[in-house]
């Protein structure tokens, strides 16, 4: 296998695909004559990485032995313990899946390639076979949500929780209405399946609003509309939502001019839509995170969640023997840290949660398509609304998630501001629970854990990503003491036909995830380590 990788590093580039090419990606090629070879390459990397797990064990949700009983004790805080606990064979799977991932022309070309390989009958076999026991068992709970139970009852005996997303998203083919209609259905349907196995414990369920729109086009001109119309915003492009946003949406708007009525009709479809998962999300006591988009599409995006956070994200209906019960988040917006509204944008969605009385649910991220939106902003002449440099981005992540930790503290419970910290940087986490321990939200015990206290409880979860950065969501189980798992993992999931175009995407969006120091090659280390250690254990017995 190294033999392969090796040899094909030296081989040139080739043409863009066609799916690269409708998702704009800044990866842009040469297209020179002499660089034809490389995708080809790269599938050829993908084959060679499924043929080198094949003989290996099938993966399993079952440890090896039984992970350590309290706090580690290791020097290095971040020393995973469940690595240990991995069957060789998905060791042996994730080494190959994150060594391919470190050559960037992989993650380029081999969307495009894979998405032509599935239309060839034959070749179609052999193609699903390989990726799904590669890329799709590293990064993919599975292909129902029924699936994923057994792999989070598991998590769940480590103290951690699951966030269950529908990975599917929109497509703009012939019968795309049917698939927008269906992907609603489904997504209730995962809601009712977190809620019967979470019951009374906050499950948590993610959704992609680009999934419930037949046309992606309505969200960039309606969004443009809404920027065009609003009063008073100071906030940085894309702005922030406003009362008038939600006006818009349901219709009562008063003195603008009509927005385009074949669009305004599939956005108001949509939040239809949205609404009845909301609505199945809060039947089944369960959280609902609503995921960010491209800046062109987030202000329907933001709109739609400003008017769910203010409908669902209310006080229950009973009180509290010691008085009324604060509102509690059900719907959660996605606040990306790489934007340079996002401080500003936060504290103005926190006014308005407190000025109308609902809880703000705050999903905290750095943020997925920074190329793209540095091509779109040039392309039309706009500033970027992107941070040019990475320490930008996190240290506008670490401050927005102070500002959230602090009116959680500041306000005891009485507002409901929660939040989920999505991060897979180590300096971001460690800045969570310094921010819990100076607030005053965690109480320190022997051993360096942090037990939450009550006005805390339920409204603190720090995520990453399932087959992503395992050491890390280790840590935060060890250290963080609760009723219910702070430490989470997000499972996507979905048939594998309808995940690939997720899989490459979310590559080639999440480069800065998976390349350079901390990404791909990290994990690559971390997992040959582990397997370099069970064999010098096996020799020398």
């Given at each position: 296998m190294s033999f392969l990788?090796?040899?094909?590093?030296?081989?040139?580039?080739?043409?863009s695909s066609r799916l690269l090419t409708r998702h704009a990606s800044t990866s842009r090629p040469s297209g020179r004559s002499g660089h034809v070879f490389r995708p080809f390459a790269a599938v050829g990397l993908l084959s060679a990485a499924g043929l080198a797990v094949l003989g290996a064990t099938a993966p399993s949700r079952e440890p090896e032995s039984a992970p350590p009983s309290g706090p580690s004790t290791d020097p290095n805080p971040l020393t995973s313990t469940s690595i240990a606990r991995v069957p060789f064979g998905q060791l042996v799977r994730s080494y190959f899946v994150y060594t391919t991932l470190t050559f960037p022309f992989v993650v380029d070309y081999a969307p495009g390639f894979l998405e032509f390989l599935i239309k060839i009958p034959v070749v179609r076999s052999i193609t699903?076979?390989?990726?799904?026991?590669?890329?799709?068992?590293?990064f993919v709970g599975g292909e129902t949500a029924?699936?994923?139970?057994?792999?989070?009852?598991?998590?769940?005996?480590?103290?951690?929780?699951?966030?269950?997303?529908?990975?599917?998203?929109?497509?703009?083919?012939?019968?795309?209405?049917a698939q927008w209609k269906r992907n609603i259905e489904e997504t209730k349907r995962s809601i009712e399946v977190m809620g019967q196995y979470a019951a009374g414990e906050g499950g948590i369920v993610a959704i992609k609003l680009t999934a419930l729109v037949p046309h992606a086009s309505a969200l960039e001109n309606i969004s443009q509309y809404l920027l065009a119309n609003r009063k008073s915003s100071t906030v940085q492009y894309p702005g922030t939502p406003e009362q008038l946003d939600v006006a818009v949406l349901q219709g009562t708007a008063k003195g603008l001019p009509p927005p385009p009525a074949a669009d305004i009709a599939e956005i108001r479809e949509m939040y239809a839509g949205a609404r009845e998962i909301a609505r199945?999300?809060?039947e089944y006591d369960i959280k609902l995170l609503v995921d960010a988009e491209h800046t062109w599409f987030q202000p329907v995006v933001d709109a739609i969640t400003l008017a769910l956070s203010q409908e669902f994200n209310t006080r229950p209906t009973h009180g509290s023997f010691f008085g009324p019960s604060p509102p509690r988040a059900v719907v959660y917006g996605t606040y990306q840290s790489y934007l340079r509204r996002n401080p500003e944008h936060v504290c103005a969605q926190l006014d308005l949660?407190?000025?109308?009385?609902y809880a703000l649910g705050v999903k905290l991220v750095r943020g997925a398509y920074h190329g793209q939106e540095l091509a779109h902003a040039k392309e039309r002449g706009m500033p970027a609304p992107v941070w040019a440099e990475k320490p930008q981005t996190d240290e506008c992540y670490n401050s927005v998630a102070r500002v959230v930790l602090r009116d959680i503290a500041a306000n005891k419970g009485r507002s409901g501001t929660a939040v989920v910290f999505g991060t897979h940087n180590r300096e971001s986490v460690e800045t969570v629970l310094d921010g819990l321990t100076k607030e005053g939200l965690v109480i320190e015990e022997q051993g360096g854990r942090l037990r939450m206290k009550p006005e805390a409880e339920g409204r603190v979860a720090v995520a990453q990503l399932y087959g992503?950065?395992?050491?890390?969501?280790?840590?935060?189980?060890?250290?963080?003491?609760?009723?219910?798992?702070?430490?989470?993992?997000c499972i996507p999931y979905g048939i594998i036909d309808e995940v690939m175009p997720y899989l490459g995407r979310r590559a080639i969006e999440n480069?800065?995830?998976?390349?350079?120091?901390?990404?791909?090659?990290?994990?690559?280390?971390?997992?040959?380590?582990?397997?370099?250690?069970?064999?010098?254990?096996?020799?020398?017995?």
């Open positions: 990788l090796r040899r094909a590093t030296r081989l040139p580039i080739g043409s699903l076979f390989g990726v799904r026991r590669t890329f799709f068992a590293q029924e699936e994923l139970l057994p792999l989070m009852s598991d998590l769940r005996l480590q103290n951690k929780a699951s966030i269950l997303t529908y990975n599917v998203e929109v497509d703009e083919a012939p019968g795309a209405e199945t999300a809060k949660a407190k000025a109308g009385g992503m950065h395992d050491n890390l969501t280790d840590y935060v189980a060890e250290r963080l003491v609760a009723s219910k798992p702070v430490a989470t993992k480069k800065s995830v998976l390349g350079g120091t901390g990404g791909a090659s990290e994990e690559r280390r971390r997992m040959g380590a582990e397997l370099w250690r069970r064999i010098k254990r096996n020799v020398a017995l």
